[in-house]
């Protein structure tokens, strides 16, 4: 809750992988709200009181997953929001001719993109999604201390840098600020 007020505000797309990782987290300890205390909460340093809302708002996201039916895979309405409002201000952005710095980033990201997409098994996955998902992927097998090849490495820099872009855009439209300090 404390985690995710902050990165809303300050970088959306870091938001966005860490409600997918709550997500990940609820599953991952069977929607047991005692679970969640014990292995999520309690770790907080924070006072009593603090925890008891943390839990709450851990509770309202499994009453989500649960009630929309996301419990075995897939992000609640809340998380999909948040991702075609970005995709909105990205297909904005690369309309706009004015906007050639994300552009750039766009058409640099783009093979990867399409290559992420064609392997879906045909399904048609927004593109913003689909870098989503390679970047969360990749959290994952850097967590799990697995090898990644530098061809791998590569696409998710600039999957990387393209969100960059789009969250700092993000933030100047929604809150009039940026975060580059000018």
Same mark, same amino acid.
Not at 74 to 83: A, M, P, R, W
Not at 102 to 129: H, T
Not at 143 to 151: C, V
């Given at each position: 809750?404390?985690?995710? &007020?902050?990165?809303?505000?300050?970088?959306?797309?870091?938001?966005?992988?860490?409600?997918?990782?709550?997500?990940?987290?609820? =599953?991952?300890?069977?929607?047991?709200?005692?679970?969640?205390?014990?292995?999520?909460?309690?770790?907080?340093? &924070?006072? !009593?009181?603090?925890?008891?809302?943390?839990? =709450?708002?851990?509770?309202?996201? %499994?009453?989500?997953?649960?009630?929309?039916? %996301?419990?075995?895979?897939?992000?609640?309405?809340?998380?999909?929001?948040? %991702?075609? +409002?970005?995709?909105?201000?990205?297909? =904005?952005?690369?309309?706009?001719?004015?906007?050639?710095?994300?552009?750039?980033?766009?058409?640099?990201?783009?093979?990867?993109? %399409?290559?992420? =997409?064609?392997?879906?098994?045909?399904? +048609?996955?927004?593109?913003?999604?689909?870098?989503?998902?390679?970047?969360?992927?990749?959290?994952?097998?850097?967590?799990? &201390?697995? +090898?990644?090849?530098?061809?791998? !490495?590569?696409?998710?820099?600039? /999957?990387?840098? /393209? /969100?960059?872009? /789009?969250?700092?855009?993000?933030?100047?439209?929604?809150?009039? !600020?940026?975060?580059?300090? !000018?």
């Amino acid at each position: 809750m404390i985690i995710a &007020q902050k990165k809303r505000k300050e970088n959306i797309a870091e938001y966005v992988l860490y409600m997918w990782q709550i997500e990940d987290i609820i =599953r991952a300890n069977r929607f047991d709200a005692d679970a969640i205390r014990r292995q999520v909460v309690d770790r907080y340093n &924070q006072p !009593e009181e603090v925890k008891d809302k943390i839990n =709450r708002w851990y509770e309202e996201i %499994v009453e989500m997953m649960r009630s929309e039916g %996301v419990m075995q895979k897939g992000h609640i309405q809340l998380n999909t929001n948040v %991702v075609t +409002e970005l995709t909105d201000l990205h297909l =904005r952005l690369l309309a706009s001719h004015k906007e050639m710095l994300y552009n750039a980033a766009y058409y640099k990201a783009l093979p990867y993109i %399409v290559q992420l =997409r064609a392997k879906s098994g045909g399904k +048609e996955i927004p593109e913003l999604e689909t870098c989503f998902t390679a970047i969360y992927g990749y959290l994952t097998l850097k967590m799990q &201390q697995k +090898e990644i090849n530098p061809e791998t !490495e590569e696409a998710i820099r600039e /999957l990387a840098a /393209l /969100l960059a872009i /789009l969250a700092e855009k993000y933030r100047e439209e929604v809150y009039g !600020e940026s975060n580059t300090g !000018e």
